[in-house]
């Protein structure tokens, strides 16, 4: 019988009857009734009801039902949690999604799923297929869309049958994993390459990359970059390797995770891929090449592969998943497998103090290529010892701890045996000493920076040395400095390296700053801190810190607990914060009962909907969005998020408007840093469907603006219909001016739009509340989340990265209100303050998004922190909206500004930041007919045409690449399996 005719029947047996669910093999949909024993649960937990689980007697995997529209795919399909059968809250894996011709624009729509298992036989497994036709999206037009050489059309795609299946047998502790493509048409696909896209999160898992077949070209942790945007671009950056590790993160429960595929390494076949800051791509090409290495030639040649009518091709590989955090618990399983030891052989040996953690990277002395890495425990009867399965040879080892030098350790390996290394003990550090770390026993932030020779220290250190292109990437865990929350959950003792030191304590805007310079000893010394005094300098009654766009734990792209960012933003004097994990609905209640820190902050629970795929139903994604409240749901997948793949952003917002009760909607970052560039995750850069941006010198009707006010399916909402912009993400100045004018051209049309400034705060290494809101809210009396959404779609509020305007007021109306002037006459007070050690350099009044007023922000005297307070008295012929605006000026240059200034905010508090403030509008009604006229925007003129070099440039480009797809019909790749 045809293996098509064969899953027929399986799929039959696996969605029409009952799944077996015996008592250790398992293969069946998650239920109500089953949902409490099967979902794993953990920091990184997608699977919910509706899913599909998969378990032997060592192991237990989530698939994610192919009906899930989310972040980087229009189909589930794919593992999404993975642990121990015996063990549960661990899941500390984000997703594998797959990837065709090496572009997410080509996908393979999954739409069933068979579901089986054998307990006498010891197996049970899962096979999702798409009903024979595969789909892409092509964003070019014309004869680009016609050359593309990576997407080709849908109907060429159209007879492409794929299957994945996920098997598990009787005490194995991974799952294999196959994917078969099979041309059932009459003429080739234009399909070369499959991969699995493993999302890590940029401050989550670090990936370990190594290559049994070619040690020396082992990459370790240190990889490549590449630019996504240009594949051919990448043949020098993707690794030939056999297995990629990637362990859990400290602050977790331990775990280690990695893919290989003995079945290829057999047969000398390596996979090809990269690993980004994100992401590590697990990569191979139809006709399997025995490539050693990759290159552009080679990659060229890939393309023009097809799979013939009749032709079937299949990828094997599998998911190790083990109970240890570090690679060598993979690799000891790994490399018997893949014949590169056979496990009689290693080293071991044993650390001291045995109660710290030590990480361990062992390389080949010969090559100096990376082979495995290790990592001590830190309490129980194992704890400092250490041990890994390695081939015979010579070993440098490197030993690594918190606060203390590293050492290295030669090691020779014999055949047959484990060579024993003699105990290492590293020289202990010295220690700081708080109780308590402020006068006044209160919160706040200790920033520590090296001075002279002395280099900043690393608290909570990952240790791994993970990098791209050499340079250290941003990390989950590791930064130089401490929070304190003002109770006994404070640290007391922190262990430091010997040297000398500054320390800069903080507490938001509204305090002076205080600074004590130190010389720490060493050898387990301690030297006690004075507890800091800061000052309030500046008050700012009625108004309330908050910060609307905030990740932690469940986020895939953020390390941080739960506890790690609350008490970010305790130290930070940050009263209400918005939690908007990536399509996840987050759960703080334990770690605010565990760090007793409800009187202090506040949590409204919301999402960030994460787009970041092309679709069907947009070609550039539809962008990132936030939307609060959102009702968690701790059974459902991904704990109640809305989908946000395959959607356009008009039924998004109606979706989360009626069917998720969400009361306020903020469009995320909208711009990206380069002007003029496109980004899938900057939604006013391509309109969804466009690859055309925003232009905010143009009307909202007139193209290609006029794309947000295309109605939802149930005409109900428009892609224009947010309630709040985030006119200030993070450090980014490039983007707040791009935003700046859209959002005034949207204000002078007619659209309420609320500007909000938020940190976008992913990593410790972000500051928490950098920038932050201050909305005028009274906090007196029972929390009232309803009141507060009201005030923040009211704009009563202001952004800032450290200004503070203290007084905007227009007729005695403050910010977000409509204010009456019969006569066109208007009384302004304005007055704006720093705190001392914030750098302010000129305050703007404008009017209809125009400057109307500069003010001079003159240095404060010595203690002062009034910077500006005027009063102005304009007269005014329409309606008009007011804002006000203080910081740097306009035209400043973001990094020339860095450069000439020193001093605690922009080299210690805010490294990156320029200072900025801005006010929510006051609504001036000047014609009295209660309400506010917008001015509205004229017609301008075309875009300019494109230049003759561009157009002939592009003409050779098209030629050359008509050439290459008529080429690719001569090539042929080989079945496999």
């Known amino acids: ?34 949902a409490d024993e099967l979902l794993i649960g953990g920091p990184e937990a997608i699977g919910g009801i509706g899913d599909w689980y998969l378990a032997n007697d060592v192991i237990e995997v989530i698939i994610d039902d192919p009906s899930r529209r989310f972040a980087k795919s229009n189909h589930g399909g794919t593992i999404v949690d993975a642990g121990l059968r015996d063990r549960k809250g661990e899941d500390q894996f984000a997703r594998i999604f797959p990837i065709v011709n090496l572009d997410q624009r080509v996908f393979i729509d999954f739409d069933r799923v068979g579901a089986a298992a054998d307990e006498a036989e010891g197996w049970a497994r899962l096979v999702v297929a798409n009903s024979g036709r595969m789909n892409s999206v092509p964003r070019n037009r014309g004869l680009t869309r016609w050359i593309d050489p990576l997407v080709p059309s849908a109907e060429r795609l159209q007879h492409v049958a794929v299957e994945t299946e996920y098997a598990v047998f009787r005490g194995e502790p991974f799952v294999h994993i196959k994917t078969t493509f099979h041309n059932d048409g009459p003429t080739p696909a234009p399909i070369f390459s499959y991969g699995d896209v493993w999302m890590r999160g940029g401050r989550s898992g670090r990936a370990w990359v190594g290559n049994t077949l070619d040690p020396d070209l082992s990459r370790g942790f240190h990889h490549l970059s ?58 191979a090409y139809f006709g399997d090449p025995d490539w050693d290495q990759m290159s552009l030639p080679r990659l060229a040649s890939a393309l023009r592969s097809e799979l013939a009518p009749g032709e079937s091709w299949s990828f094997r590989r599998r998911l190790l998943i083990v109970g240890r955090r570090d690679t060598a618990s993979a690799t000891d399983v790994i490399f018997p497998l893949l014949g590169y030891a056979d496990g009689s052989s290693g080293i071991r040996g044993r650390v001291e103090p045995a109660n710290v953690r030590h990480v361990i990277i062992v390389s080949d002395t010969a090559v100096g290529a990376p082979v495995t890495q290790l990592e001590t425990d830190v309490a129980g009867a194992e704890a400092g010892r250490y041990r890994a399965t390695l081939p015979p040879g010579d070993y440098r080892l490197e030993i690594r701890a918190a606060q203390r030098s590293p050492q290295e350790v030669a090691a020779t390996v014999s055949t047959g045996r484990f060579t024993n290394i003699e105990r290492v003990a590293l020289a202990a550090p010295g220690v700081l000493h708080f109780g308590p770390a402020f006068a006044d026993g209160g919160a706040g932030r200790i920033v520590v920076e090296g001075l002279g020779e002395t280099p900043d220290p690393a608290f909570f250190p990952e240790l791994l040395d993970f990098r ?53 000893p060493g050898d387990g010394r301690e030297l006690r801190i004075e507890p800091f005094a800061l000052e309030r300098v500046i008050e700012l009654p009625g108004f309330v810190s908050a910060d609307f766009h905030v990740h932690a734990q469940a986020s895939d792209d953020s390390g941080m607990t739960n506890e790690a960012r609350l008490r970010s933003f305790v130290a930070e004097a940050i009263e209400v914060i918005v939690s908007t994990d990536h399509d996840h609905v987050a759960f703080f209640d334990p770690a605010l009962d565990r760090l007793a820190v409800r009187d202090q902050i506040r949590i409204i629970t919301g999402v960030e909907v994460t787009s970041s795929a092309p679709s069907p139903a947009a070609a550039w994604s539809i962008g990132h969005h936030n939307a609060w409240p959102i009702e968690r749901e701790p059974h459902a997948h991904r704990q109640g998020a809305p989908p946000s793949q395959n959607m356009t952003v008009a039924d998004l917002y109606s979706l989360l408007r009626h069917r998720y009760g969400a009361s306020v909607i903020q469009l995320n970052h909208p711009r990206r840093s380069k002007p003029g560039r496109v980004s899938d995750g900057a939604f006013l850069t391509h309109l969804g469907n466009l690859g055309e941006g925003f232009d905010p010198t143009r009307p909202i009707d007139v193209a290609p603006n006029d794309q947000l006010l295309v109605r939802s399916s149930d005409g109900r909402m428009r892609a224009v219909d947010f309630d709040a912009i985030e006119l200030f993400n993070g450090s980014s100045y490039s983007k707040y001016l791009q935003i700046r004018d859209d959002w005034h051209a949207l204000l002078r049309q007619g659209f309420r739009v609320t500007a909000t400034a938020n940190s976008d705060t992913h990593g410790p290494d972000e500051p928490a509340g950098y920038p932050r809101n201050y909305l005028r809210f009274d906090l007196a009396g029972d929390w009232d989340e309803a009141r507060w959404n009201e005030a923040v779609l009211a704009g009563r509020s202001f952004g800032t990265s450290g200004p503070l305007i203290t007084a905007f007021e227009v007729n005695g109306a403050g910010v977000g209100e409509l204010v009456a002037a019969p006569d066109g006459a208007v009384a302004i007070l304005l007055a704006v303050a720093a705190a001392p050690w914030v750098p302010l350099e000129e305050v703007r009044l404008l009017a209809d998004g125009e400057v109307v007023r500069h003010y001079r922000a003159d240095a404060p005297e010595k203690g002062g922190v009034v910077r500006l307070r005027a009063e102005e008295r304009l007269r005014f012929e329409r309606d008009v909206f007011l804002t006000l605006e203080a910081g740097v000026a306009l035209d400043a240059d973001r990094r020339t500004w860095l450069d000439e200034r020193s001093g605690a905010y922009s080299e210690t508090l805010a490294p990156g930041f320029v200072p900025i403030a801005f006010s929510n509008p006051i609504f001036v009604d000047v014609d009295g007919n209660g309400r506010f006229d917008a001015i509205g925007l004229p017609l301008t003129a075309a875009s300019d045409p494109v230049p003759v070099g561009v157009v002939a440039a592009s003409t050779a480009l098209f030629a050359g690449l008509w050439w290459l797809r008529r080429r690719r019909a001569a090539i042929r790749g080989p079945a496999s399996c």
């Open 226 to 283: 590449f630019d996504r945007a240009n594949v051919l671009a990448a043949g020098d950056a993707m690794a030939a390797f056999t297995h990629v590790v990637v362990p859990g993160l400290p602050q977790y429960p331990p775990i280690t995770y990695a893919i290989f595929a003995p079945e290829r390494t057999a047969r000398q076949l390596r996979q090809f891929g990269v690993t980004g800051e994100h992401v590590t791509l697990v990569n």
């Open 468 to 520: 791209l292109d050499g340079r250290a990437t941003e990390s989950g865990t590791e930064i130089n400095e401490l929070h304190f929350i003002g109770n006994d959950h404070d640290p007391t003792r922190v262990e430091i390296a010997p040297g000398r030191y500054r320390l800069t304590a903080s507490r938001g805007f509204e305090f002076d700053i205080a600074q004590v310079e130190v010389e720490v």
């Open 1 to 34: 019988m045809h293996r098509r005719h064969c899953l027929v029947a399986f799929f039959a047996a696996g969605i029409l009857l009952p799944a077996l669910t015996l008592a250790e093999m398992r293969a069946e949909r998650i239920v109500a009734d089953t």
